[in-house]
């Protein structure tokens, strides 16, 4: 094979190496975290960014999250294998944003059910098209319709999930960091799994509604957990204590734009003053800030 | 692995080269987009007449604000009558065009479109004598995980069709008004994956919007699935005496997102507003 046939084969043809795994740490007896950067997707990260995992039982094993791509997805299922032996029953998916679902194409197996919120698949279908545009361009992944795996099992309320002598109860949440937001909660180490309805040192990312994710987490925060795993940042100890930034981001951003939207002040005018006192306390601010201005905008113009 | 970091850096290059030629050319508009909505016509490139503008870089490709700057007064001799927008590269470019008239007091306009990539953004004016002007600007839609959508698709559908009106408080009568309209409706791209079939694949979208004052045109629009959803206008009116500020809008539903060809109609809204001085 001529050198740059072989270039471009590879360039096509994602390879993966069966040796490949990705580093996670076991936070809990049998709860698996590969923690992500804080980087914006892109060329080098490929878009694996995002807090990923798993949580074995006595019969079988449920992937939280499948990362951003099938190489970060094969990888997540090697590393699995070389920890245990026991087969993997579910893939659960916290929300349709890449970092989280489209290494489930590594998954795709007769005995795997993929699981997700009652409006996941709707999430999917639609943002998928974008997705693999943006994807190619900006993160150097090739995506294709095989990437797209839609939840065999879905959660309209609550479902429990038996791995054999542990059972998973997942919560499908309304409108908050997304339309379809899944948490999953392990009873036998009290760990709430919340993904992205919660970031630490990561800037919170608005792509549901912001008045929805701040009742949520309201009615969170009167529980308590020995653990809490957010879908970037640092595993919470102390979540009544670690919960606070990202509630004060959210609820400042509330304010202020509550406040123009009283002055008769338009969207153009938020972008440029909101909550720029929160800018020093995050990470990625100036990424995703006026991301989550003009989503928090366009729902508080619709209060009375 | 140094394999893996060869390969690496080739798909880098690879996606650099993607990116650069990707989109900041005149193509689709000189070859396509110019023929078919202005065949045969002159148009001059020129902030004088009107001046487009956008952020360089879209963080939310769903909301991208922009706003159309007129550079001259609506006057009854010399007008402003029509404002075509489009996106050179979303997959269906002509966003909307809006008429204005004498009795818009001022052709500024000012909404939220979705830009799905990097694109031009053109605005072009069209004068009551004909002549063409246009203004231009090229919009980078970042990749961050939000989608040219609409974060919450089911609160805007139970809303679809709510409308309401915002005036800035000092009315001074007789002096073009800064005029707010709000729209609920999801404005349904009707792109996506074709995996499954039971979820509605038809785009869904406002295609007319009439704003009346006393029943004279101020804004008379042809929209489409461009205009992000819960669309939000900002535009002027004359408010010279007491009446009656008037919006309609229609809806429709195409079979494909990016032809208009088989489409049925939907609903009309309409909202009124008091002007009193
Ligand atoms: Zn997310």
Known sequence: ?304 | MLFKTYLTSAIMALALIGNAHATNDENIWQQELHQQYFAGKNIEESNEIIKLEAPYRAEDPALVPIQIKSQIPQTANKYIKKITLFVDNNPYPFVGEFELTPASGKADLAMRIRVNTYSYVRAIAEMNDGKLYMSKTFVKASGGCSAPIGADLDTAMQRLGKMKFKLQPDTKMSEPHLTQLLISHPNITGMQMDQVTRFIKKSHFIDTIKVTFNDKAILTAKTDIAISADPNFRFYFIPNTTGTLKAEFTDTACESPTSRKVCTTGKSYMQTYTIKP
Request: with cysteine; proline share 4%; net charge neutral.
């Open chain 1, 1 to 304: 094979m001529k050198f740059f046939q072989l270039v471009s084969l590879l360039i096509f043809t994602p390879i993966i190496f069966a040796s490949d795994t990705i580093k996670v740490k076991e936070i809990a007896a049998d709860v698996y975290v590969h923690f992500g950067k804080h980087e914006l997707p892109n060329n080098h990260n490929h878009g694996e960014i995002a807090n990923i995992g798993f949580i074995i039982g006595d019969k079988c094993v449920t992937v939280i999250d499948s990362g951003a791509n099938p190489t970060q997805g094969k990888a997540l299922k090697n590393t699995i294998q070389t920890i245990t032996s026991k087969p993997i029953c579910y893939v659960i998916n916290t929300h349709a944003h890449p970092d989280h679902i489209y290494g489930n194409r590594a998954f795709k197996d007769a005995k795997v059910k993929f699981v997700g919120h009652h409006k996941l698949s709707r999430a999917i279908l639609t943002r998928s098209p974008y997705y693999f545009t943006k994807s190619k361009e900006q993160f150097g992944n090739q995506l294709t319709s095989a990437d797209v795996v839609l939840p065999s099992i879905e959660v309209k309320n609550t479902l429990q999930l038996d791995l054999g002598n542990r059972i998973l109860e997942l919560t499908a949440h309304p409108s908050a960091h997304t339309d379809h937001d899944l948490s999953i909660y392990d009873s036998k180490t009290d760990t709430l799994w919340l993904s992205d309805l919660l970031f630490r040192e990561h800037l919170p990312v608005l792509d549901g509604s912001i008045n929805g994710w701040i009742s949520e987490l309201e009615r969170l925060e009167q529980n308590s957990y020995t653990y809490v795993i957010p879908g970037h940042g640092a595993l919470v100890t102390d979540w009544k204590h670690s919960l606070q930034p990202q509630k004060k981001y959210l609820l400042l951003l509330r304010k202020e734009i509550r406040l123009l939207i009283q002055q008769g002040k338009f969207l153009e005018d938020a972008i440029k003053t909101v909550a720029y006192s929160e800018q020093k306390r995050w990470k990625l601010f100036n990424e995703f800030h006026k991301k989550n201005i003009s989503t928090a905008f366009a729902e508080l113009e619709w209060e009375e």
